[in-house]
């Protein structure tokens, strides 16, 4: 008995080959556990096929799984009263030098034990799941002290629903008990970080670059403790001015540089040599009314791939929409809805290391989304709408 389901009656965006989103207009797909055995048209389905179960699509569009990039799902409490200060006036670096921003996260953070983390994280996460999300990037961040970052961490690894892979990123802010010591707290985060490998809590190592995070010489060391190791790195660049974080990650081969509003020309080809992934938070831009635009025609001229995603977090992105993020992308950065839908697919997997997923094509991951729409740059066009009708992840059927 064969365990191939067949899907038919589909209008296919595989974004694999050459032509534009790699449609097919009558096309077909069949799976097998979790893993897809044959994608074309359905005029070309191999004959004498026996699919155990068969689906007819009735002209749906179908898309690879959505895959949300980077995500700080894990955090205890919410941050809509700083929400309000910026909107008497004050500014999210003031707010954060004056002790508030990640760190009264960091102190919601630290006063959750793992279940409450869990439970927390896993209504944000279901929210993504609403919208098609089948593989999840999730940050520490919010502990910034072994044991907690620890518990942050595990509380990712237990998230149901999506594949998810972890980013550690110690070196997000100074918690308070480090207060002018930020380089002893560095050293820290290098030495907490086999550990928490050990315990098979981190698949990349992700650092803040910023006036209000760390400098490029700490990041260095932080990068220099993943390469010691063995782990891929990522970094939060350029969000709010040009700090050359980029050009450093780029040495390290950094699988993504994330945020980049203040990237600067170099910036974008030291991104080009080193294959890094231009991951863009529209969100985070429109929540902090950012008006420098991340350079989207210089990315896109040197061949950088785009990513996008919602940086889902409490201060600067509280959004749990990866649908609204694509809208978003379209509107405020001018992304095609092609290069929008291939910044939550294919380029996000890239921005994990993932090859196995991000397109429809035999031999990947057989996670897709089955969409009630005649084309699929409506993903882009309508906002506040969900579209999807069925979502597949590693072969299995989870209705909207
Ligand atoms: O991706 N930029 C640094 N980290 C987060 C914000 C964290 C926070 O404010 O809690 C970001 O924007
Ligand atoms: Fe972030």
């Not at 403790?225 to 700090?243: F, M, N, T």
């Not at 992934?277 to 989207?296: D, I, M, N, Q, S």
């Not at 993932?354 to 031999?363: E, I, Q, V």
Request: proline share 5%; net charge negative.
């Amino acid at each position: 008995m064969s365990d191939k389901t067949l899907w038919r009656g589909a209008r296919l965006a595989t974004l694999d080959g050459t032509q534009p989103w790699g449609w097919v207009e009558r096309g077909a797909l069949i799976t097998e556990g979790e893993r897809i055995a044959w994608v074309g048209p359905e005029s070309e389905l191999p004959a004498g096929l026996a699919p155990a179960a068969e689906h007819e699509l009735g002209g749906a569009v179908v898309t690879p799984g959505l895959i949300d990039c980077h995500t700080h799902l894990v955090y205890g409490g919410q941050r809509a009263r700083e929400f309000e200060l910026r909107l008497h006036g004050a500014s999210y670096e003031e707010i954060a030098r004056a002790g508030g921003g990640i760190r009264s996260t960091v102190a919601a953070t630290r006063g959750a034990d793992e279940a409450e983390l869990l439970r927390l994280a896993q209504r944000r996460l279901d929210a993504l799941l609403a919208e098609g999300v089948t593989t999840v990037e999730v940050k520490s961040g919010y502990g910034l002290d072994l044991d907690s970052e620890a518990r942050c961490l595990r509380a990712a690894r237990a998230l149901q629903g999506a594949e998810v892979r972890t980013s550690y990123l110690g070196a997000h802010a100074l918690p308070p008990e480090f207060q002018g010591r930020q380089d002893d707290y560095v050293e820290a985060v290098c030495a907490w970080m086999p550990r928490l490998q050990r315990e098979g809590l981190i698949d990349a190592v992700d650092a803040f670059c910023e006036g209000i995070g760390f400098t490029p010489a700490q990041t260095r060391r932080v990068f220099e403790a993943a390469r010691a190791l063995g782990l891929p790195v990522k970094l939060h660049a350029e969000q709010l001015s040009d700090q050359g974080g980029t050009q450093l990650a780029c040495e390290y081969r950094a699988l993504s540089c994330d945020h980049l509003e203040y990237l600067s020309p170099e910036g974008v080809r030291a991104m080009a040599a080193s294959g890094t992934v231009a991951t863009l938070l529209p969100g985070a831009y429109y929540f902090l009314r950012e008006t420098k635009l991340p350079p989207v025609g210089l990315l896109r001229e040197a061949g950088v791939p785009i990513a996008i995603s919602t940086d889902h977090n409490p201060g600067t992105s509280p959004t749990l929409s990866l649908l609204l993020m694509l809208n978003m992308a379209c509107t405020l950065f001018r992304l095609t809805p092609e290069e929008a839908l291939r910044g939550v697919t294919v380029n996000a997997a890239r921005a994990l290391g993932l090859t196995d997923r991000g397109r429809l094509r035999a031999g990947q991951r057989a996670d897709f989304c089955v969409w009630d729409v005649e084309h699929p740059n409506e993903l882009s066009y309508y906002f506040g709408r969900n579209p999807l009708r069925q979502r597949v992840w590693g072969g299995k059927v989870f209705r909207a």
